[in-house]
């Protein structure tokens, strides 16, 4: 334990400040997440129509997304509307703004694959049958695209939660910052600590991933 640098964790209060920084980054994951499933829906959905404008809008957006890395859009959101628009925009708000936008596109995405995957007949069949159309879509074209889409949210999910230590780029005290920061301090004391303390980083980030796999591994059975 010792030799590894474990032992600086339990010094004063390096570890409730390394949870402290574990809540910050998980804190904007799931405001990050939560609109990126509620807005990457809406988006999906929109994907879908016929509208040759509508599909163009949304191609430029996700290619955007894809091509932009999340580092350049937290530096252009944060500083970049300081300089323009003379905002003070805080860090927090600055990588809400960007994860969303990041996810909400890669969301979309996934909704619209959802979708286009149901075989046509299904929507021609349920018609015949003389459902509405919203009906359709709640009882029929709904529940066989949230099957379809549980394994491939999840894994934007658990890339959105582990993509937030990106953030201490921007000045946000997160898990890593903090982890930083109690390694320099005990630099000359405990020069191994580094192992220790990362291990425990990866154990906490470990603990937040795996019960969201779990989870969806288990619906996925269930629905199967």
């Not at 129509?49 to 191609?59: C, N, V």
């Not at 890669?106 to 919203?134: C, Y």
């Not at 390694?183 to 990866?202: C, H, K, L, Q, Y």
């Amino acid at each position: 334990m010792q030799s590894l640098g474990i032992d600086v964790l339990f010094k004063g209060t390096n570890f409730l400040r390394l949870l402290g920084g574990l809540w910050v980054a998980l804190r904007i994951s799931l405001i990050s997440v939560a609109i990126s499933i509620v807005l990457g829906i809406a988006m999906g959905m929109l994907m879908t129509s016929k509208s040759r404008l509508l599909k163009a809008i949304f191609r430029i957006y996700l290619e955007i997304v894809r091509i932009m890395p999340q580092m350049v859009l937290l530096f252009v959101v944060y500083f970049g509307t300081t300089r323009v628009f003379g905002w003070n925009l805080e860090a927090e708000a600055a990588a809400i703004i960007v994860f969303s936008f990041w996810g909400t596109a890669e969301m979309g995405d996934l909704v619209r694959g959802a979708l286009q995957s149901i075989p046509v007949i299904q929507w021609e069949s349920a018609q015949a049958l003389g459902m509405k159309p919203i009906q359709v879509y709640t009882l029929v074209i709904l529940p066989q695209t949230v099957r379809r889409l549980i394994p491939l949210s999840i894994n934007l999910i658990t890339r959105m939660v582990k993509t937030t230590s990106l953030v201490m780029m921007i000045g946000i005290v997160e898990v890593l910052k903090v982890a930083q920061q109690i390694i320099e301090a005990n630099r000359r004391t405990s020069p191994n600590a580094a192992f220790g303390i990362f291990a425990v980083v990866f154990l906490l980030y470990f603990l937040i991933c795996w019960p969201i796999s779990r989870l969806a591994g288990y619906l996925e059975k269930r629905w199967s």
